[in-house]
């Protein structure tokens, strides 16, 4: 890149992307609209927990009840299902029907790599074990806990847990109710996304989609698409896309994409404290995630067992994270943070955090709401 284009390139601070992005998630203030219309918009909430969609639409949704999202998901207008990086997602389940095709290579390629499983699959016809574990749960839908004895069965000679294992690559596997459903719990059962819909998969378009993720996420690079997806080869999209976006650089000189008529805030406006749902997606949806995290504060919130804890944002930043806790008919929340707040900082941080235990708990008689040090 020449000296000169580099400078006619706006450089954004890390404030300014921050709020940027922010604004995209709806995070700078909630917005009004549909439940199905944010998940839409958001365009995948990381739902690996069954509940955390929920507190992800409550940080961005006004008036938000759970049973918004519960009934979309009874009603299958939104699904359950594994996709980017391989992990469930909550998505509508029109786009579920492109995504799922276009997040394929990942699911083929842990056929190939998972070090647990890929053993066991050596020499295995895979299109057979498609099309009787696609009549199997079509007909039934079943846990893969419970689909694994009929796979022993069918196929005595080989591993069950790795045949499962198989099964939820190859096959758009939809988690039906009532998991995910407010208040009820369940093992996951699946049946393919194409019964569960009555509609065939859809053939995917990689511009569209990238177009999805910047409405969502941007401004972002290529590498950061990547991050968000799983999926590598991304950079050939974006240089598609250049004559129709806008590109910045970053405080490192990372090259940064973005639709030419997105929001992108004031770096002087305010940023108000959010508590954010556990494994919410704006601390997934890029590589650089100093937008939202600091690196060293990303080692506590993401811990080693896969637990991505609910987050605290002040100032555009991850200042702390959150314990929900409910005992009979009392409920608490603590807040630990990283470094003192400001009072003020506190006060919008309290009436938050109370609005948090009138969504969780709505029954409980007593809320407590108490600060504790991170550090």
């Not at 300014?16 to 995070?27: D, N, P, V």
């Not at 200042?319 to 608490?332: D, E, P, Y």
């Not at 900082?345 to 938050?352: H, K, N, R």
Request: charged content about 25%.
């Amino acid at each position: 890149m020449s000296a000169g284009l580099e400078a006619r390139r706006e450089r954004l601070s890390l404030r300014a992307l921050s709020l940027a992005t922010l604004e995209r998630q709806h995070l700078l203030r909630r917005t009004g609209g549909s439940a199905l219309e944010l998940v839409g918009h958001l365009f995948g909430l990381q739902a690996q927990a069954p509940m955390a969609p929920y507190f992800s639409l409550w940080a961005r949704l006004k008036g938000f009840r759970p049973d918004d999202l519960s009934s979309l998901i009874e009603n299958r207008d939104v699904v359950r299902i594994a996709l980017m990086r391989g992990t469930v997602h909550a998505v509508t389940a029109a786009d579920a029907l492109s995504l799922r095709p276009w997040v394929r290579p990942i699911m083929d390629a842990d056929l190939r790599t998972n070090t647990q499983h890929k053993a066991a699959l050596v020499g295995m016809d895979l299109a057979a074990l498609t099309d009787w574990s696609r009549a199997t749960l079509e007909c039934t839908p079943l846990s893969l806990a419970d689909l694994r004895p009929l796979l022993a069965e069918r196929w005595q000679d080989r591993d069950p847990v790795a045949l499962a294992h198989a099964v939820r690559a190859l096959l758009p596997l939809v988690q039906v109710p009532p998991r995910g459903i407010w208040g009820r719990s369940g093992q996951p059962v699946c049946t393919t996304l194409e019964r569960w819909t009555d509609t065939p998969l859809s053939e995917p378009i990689p511009d569209e989609i990238i177009l999805r993720y910047l409405a969502a996420y941007g401004p972002a690079s290529a590498a950061d698409a990547q991050a968000w997806s799983g999926l590598t080869r991304l950079g050939e999209v974006f240089d598609r896309l250049r004559p129709r976006l806008r590109v910045f650089v970053d405080e490192d000189g990372a090259e940064l994409f973005d639709l030419p008529d997105a929001p992108r805030p004031d770096p002087a406006g305010s940023l108000p404290p959010r508590i954010l749902a556990p494994y919410d997606s704006v601390l997934l949806g890029h590589a650089n995630r100093s937008r939202v995290i600091a690196d060293e504060h990303r080692k506590v919130v993401f811990t080693v067992n896969g637990i991505i804890k609910p987050t605290v944002l002040v100032g555009g930043q991850v200042a702390g994270f959150v314990t929900l806790t409910a005992k009979k008919r009392s409920a608490a929340v603590e807040i630990a943070t990283f470094a003192p707040v400001a009072k003020g900082v506190t006060s919008a941080l309290e009436a938050e955090a109370q609005r948090l235990l009138t969504f969780a708990y709505p029954d409980a008689d007593d809320h407590d709401i108490r600060f504790t040090d991170a550090r």
